[in-house]
């Protein structure tokens, strides 16, 4: 099975502007989890996206959303871009709702200038 | 204080020690993973574990759920093996919490 895939991987914006990323998860895993990586606040949860709904979300703005599609693949999307929001953007996937083993994404490296 | 808390932050050895990576959590989990992270940000899970011992290859896993403390160690380490080691638990709801990470520099 191919692994989980993310696009693009690397991105440069400045500040103001909006982004969307991409996550396609392991053929038949329906959840997927999208987390922010920095040098500061280490690994964060985003969100987690099952069968199109989202089901749980962390202490971001709304600035970050996302959705996910009949597909299961996922898309997060950063408005109005802030120098902070520079990170690598993770996103995992699993076969189910519960504890499961999770499969990391190559991440996205987003630099805001 | 962090809900999961990892030591050391920075561990260096020789090739071939043997090494201990530590995770304490302060909250109530079903599930622990231990993560494995490369310079360029790729992240491999290592082991889930809700109880007892697990082993793959040089790596053992272990976790205490009543001390809420799981240890990661490494049996003959290598160079290859200079990493970040993640430890992430499943608390309340569907998230991954995760500690601050150990980065490991194994010298030849």
């Known amino acids: 099975k191919a692994g989980v895939t993310q696009t693009p991987r690397y991105l440069i914006k400045t500040r103001g502007q909006q982004v969307t990323l991409s996550c396609s998860p392991i053929s038949g895993h329906r959840s997927v989890s999208w987390y922010q990586q920095t040098p500061g606040q280490g690994l964060q949860f985003l969100f987690e996206?099952?069968?199109?709904?989202?089901?749980n979300k962390g202490n971001f703005p709304g600035r970050f959303s996302g959705r996910q599609f009949s597909n299961s693949r996922s898309e997060m999307n950063v408005s109005t871009l802030e120098l902070g929001d520079s990170a690598l953007y993770l996103c995992?996937?699993?076969?189910?709702?519960?504890?499961?083993?999770?499969?990391f994404g190559p991440g996205t490296r987003l630099t805001v200038l | 204080k962090n809900e999961v808390e990892q030591s050391p932050q920075n561990l260096t050895a020789q090739e071939g020690e043997f090494i201990t990576i530590n995770c304490s959590y302060s909250?109530?989990?079903?599930?622990l993973h231990w993560l494995q992270q490369h310079p360029g940000g790729g992240i491999v899970s290592l082991f889930m574990l809700s109880s007892g011992k697990k082993k793959h290859g040089r790596l053992i896993a272990t976790i205490n759920i009543q001390e809420k403390h799981s240890s990661l160690h490494i049996t003959a380490s290598h160079p290859r093996d200079s990493a970040v080691y993640i430890c992430?638990?499943?608390?309340?709801?569907?998230?991954?919490?995760f500690g601050e990470g150990t980065q490991l520099t194994v010298n030849p």
């Open positions: 992430a638990v499943w608390a309340s709801g569907s998230r991954l919490t």
């Open positions: 996206y099952f069968s199109e709904t989202q089901r």
């Open positions: 909250v109530g989990i079903s599930a």
């Open positions: 995992a996937s699993r076969a189910g709702q519960g504890e499961d083993t999770q499969y």
